[in-house]
T-cell receptor, first 113, second 112 residues
Framework: QQQVKQSPQSLIVQKGGISIINCAYENTAFDYFPWYQQFPGKGPALLIAIRPDVSEKKEGRFTISFNKSAKQFSLHIMDSQPGDSATYFCAASITGTRNKFYFGSGTKLNVKP | DAGITQSPRHKVTETGTPVTLRCHQTENHRYMYWYRQDPGHGLRLIHYSYGVKDTDKGEVSDGYSVSRSKTEDFLLTLESATSSQTSVYFC???????????FGQGTRLTVV
């Protein structure tokens, strides 16, 4: 049973457009929500992360929106670029559970020039 | 880049043979993890360690064992490899609760 559900599985966006990836969770004990970016042949790398005490976090063109009541969080990539083409994973963890991360199934983003 | 080295990077092995994958870190991080990545499943936790000789099972631990005798090394062993264990295996490290996990480059394992 997947703890974090991610959608869509794949996404095609035109250059300059907005990419949106959604994740949902059930366990209200989760208190740390990172997003990872993975390029082919590489390991995932942290992109941006949020804690449930804020509803939004922005770093450059990347924004996490967090809806605690709906138990959902999403990644928005503004002005998407071909270099953003990668697989994105959302994740969640609980403080005190020995730092176990639960990952979503991933979204393969393709930004068309 | 975080100092994580996985070895080997690629391996082809036969069904029924034992296989050991190694993860070595130079960051002195307490937490170490082994994940497998398969299409449609994302990253699934196999085993993790929160200190020397302290390990625990993840969500897909059947058929795998681990050992951590030193802070810097975390070994993953497939006791008797099966075709269902063909996957890309990632090691990750983390310094503490709710801190970034750093991933290695991955090991592509093919069981024929």
């Amino acid at each position: 049973q997947q703890q974090v559900k991610q959608s869509p599985q794949s996404l095609i966006v035109q250059k300059g457009g907005i990419s949106i990836i959604n994740c949902a969770y059930e366990n209200t004990a989760f208190d740390y929500f990172p997003w990872y970016q993975q390029f082919p042949g590489k390991g995932p790398a942290l992109l941006i992360a949020i804690r449930p005490d804020v509803s939004e976090k922005k770093e450059g063109r990347f924004t996490i929106s967090f809806n605690k009541s709906a138990k959902q969080f999403s990644l928005h990539i503004m002005d998407s670029q071909p270099g953003d083409s990668a697989t994105y994973f959302c994740a969640a963890s609980i403080t005190g559970t020995r730092n176990k991360f639960y990952f979503g199934s991933g979204t393969k983003l393709n930004v068309k020039p | 880049d975080a100092g994580i080295t996985q070895s080997p990077r690629h391996k082809v092995t036969e069904t029924g043979t034992p296989v050991t994958l190694r993860c070595h870190q130079t960051e002195n991080h307490r937490y170490m993890y082994w994940y497998r990545q398969d299409p449609g499943h994302g990253l699934r936790l196999i085993h993790y360690s929160y200190g020397v000789k302290d390990t625990d099972k993840g969500e897909v631990s059947d058929g795998y064992s681990v050992s951590r005798s030193k802070t810097e090394d975390f070994l993953l062993t497939l006791e008797s490899a099966t075709s269902s264990q063909t996957s890309v295996y990632f090691c990750a490290i983390s310094g503490g609760p709710n801190t970034e996990a750093f991933f290695g480059q991955g090991t592509r394992l093919t069981v024929v």
